[in-house]
Structures are given as C-alpha cells and as structure tokens.
Nanobody
Framework: QVQLVESGGGLVRAGGSLRLSCAAS????????MGWYRQAPGKQRELVAH???????NYADSVKGRFSISRDNAKNTVYLQMNSLKPEDTAVYYC?????????????WGQGTQVTVSS
C-alpha cells in the first residue's frame, strides 16, 4: 500500500499562486497514474487533474489553464502548480493513485493539505 503525504497548502490571496507536493512511498510509483483531488466543506470530493505514467495530463474544466500537474518519478513526487487562484479553489487537496480502467482512486487517502484563497 502506498503512503501519501501532501504539503504546500496555505492561505493565499485571490490571484496568487501555490505549489502543492505529494510524496509517495512504494517501489512502483513510476507505473501509476496519479491524481490531485479536492474537497470543499459540504461538497463531494472531485478530481482536479491527473497525470499518467507516460506524462499525459487531464484537467477539470474549472482549473484548466490555471493549474498544472507534473511528476518527478526519481523523487516519487507529484506536484500541482496552482496559478490565478480563486476563492472557489478553497478546499482540502489530496493526491492518490488512480486505478486502471475505471479511474477510481485507491481506498487509502492521506491527510491532505488545506488551501484557502481569500478575496
């Protein structure tokens, strides 16, 4: 089972930027599709972006053009660069592996990192 530790969140003003990091354990990090998810209070957790083992990326419409996902397989780390942040981006952000075919995340989650965007 992979262990995930998210970091890099904080309080930022609208229009600002943050870079989130996700450090993953395990010997097979390189082969997995990884995703960033977020959950705002009272709302469902949603997929923000994902990146495949080959480097292909996909983004939710709400963040496209503002966020960028990347990975460093040598460091077992996934990043989420967030620019032009909006108050509606406020949420707890999580990373996780995505299962083949379905894209469903693994059952085990880290504690996430809080992102708060003020007006």
């Amino acid at each position: 089972q992979v262990q995930l530790v998210e970091s890099g969140g904080g309080l930022v003003r609208a229009g600002g930027s943050l870079r989130l990091s996700c450090a993953a354990s395990g010997s097979s990090f390189r082969i997995y599709t990884m995703g960033w998810y977020r959950q705002a209070p009272g709302k469902q957790r949603e997929l923000v972006a994902h990146i495949t083992s080959s480097g292909s990326t996909n983004y939710a419409d709400s963040v496209k053009g503002r966020f960028s996902i990347s990975r460093d397989n040598a460091k077992n780390t996934v990043y989420l660069q967030m620019n032009s942040l909006k108050p509606e981006d406020t949420a707890v952000y999580y990373c996780n592996r995505r299962r083949p075919v379905t894209g469903v995340p693994d059952a085990s989650w880290g504690q996430g990192t809080q992102v708060t965007v003020s007006s």
